[in-house]
């Protein structure tokens, strides 16, 4: 027979009222959130936790889990939007390094300051501390050593030009 709800009998060929039951997305949401250190686990919780809200929404009472998906929506957008950050830091950080071919310049390029100064001095103690007039004079008078040969000066190459 029938049941009675409320003092009234059921319709005939009425449907039965479904069970209420937990919202299988807004469990795996929870669930994926919290696994920040599997890649892309806090995305997919946050998008089943939007999936699953929507349709609680739209459930008519027949799907609970409302408070585990907007926990699974809270925890994957913040876990989510950490993870992008770090990202972004550390390919500024990234960027920020010294290619190993501008370390190398800049080693070289020290080398020659320290050889510049080094050449200086010299000139200085031997000219009543006077500076050169100019880079020419310390490579004519042999103070600086440019790495030419006889047959680069020859051909008119110079340090500078």
Same mark, same amino acid.
């Given at each position: %027979?029938?049941?009675?709800?409320q003092? =009234? *009998?059921?319709? *005939?060929g009425?449907?039965?009222?479904?069970?209420?039951?937990?919202?299988? +997305?807004?469990? $795996?949401?929870?669930?994926?959130?919290?696994? @920040? @250190?599997?890649? !892309?686990?806090?995305?997919?919780?946050?998008? !089943?936790?939007?999936? $699953?809200?929507?349709?609680?929404?739209?459930?008519?009472?027949?799907l609970t889990?409302?408070?585990?998906? #907007?926990?699974?929506?809270?925890?994957?957008?913040? #876990?989510t939007?950490? %993870?992008? &950050? %770090?990202?972004?830091? +550390?390919?500024?950080?990234?960027?920020?390094?010294?290619? *190993?071919?501008?370390?190398?310049? %800049? &080693?070289?390029?020290?080398?020659?300051? =320290?050889?510049?100064?080094? $050449?200086?001095?010299?000139?200085?103690?031997?000219?009543?501390?006077?500076?050169? *007039?100019?880079?020419?004079?310390?490579?004519?008078?042999?103070?600086?050593?440019?790495? +030419?040969?006889?047959?680069?000066?020859? $051909?008119?190459?110079? @340090?500078?030009?």
């Open positions: %027979m029938s049941e009675q709800v003092g =009234r *009998p059921e319709p *005939p009425a449907p039965a009222e479904a069970p209420v039951q937990t919202s299988g +997305l807004a469990i $795996a949401s929870l669930v994926l959130a919290l696994f @920040f @250190f599997v890649p !892309f686990a806090p995305l997919l919780g946050l998008v !089943f936790g939007i999936i $699953a809200l929507s349709q609680i929404s739209y459930s008519n009472g027949r889990g409302k408070g585990l998906a #907007v926990a699974g929506v809270a925890i994957g957008g913040l #876990v939007l950490i %993870m992008c &950050m %770090m990202v972004v830091w +550390l390919s500024m950080s990234l960027l920020a390094l010294p290619s *190993p071919r501008h370390r190398a310049r %800049m &080693m070289s390029c020290k080398a020659n300051l =320290r050889g510049l100064g080094f $050449a200086i001095g010299l000139y200085r103690a031997d000219y009543d501390n006077h500076l050169p *007039p100019d880079l020419e004079t310390l490579v004519t008078l042999e103070y600086l050593n440019l790495g +030419l040969n006889e047959r680069d000066k020859e $051909a008119g190459m110079q @340090f500078y030009g």
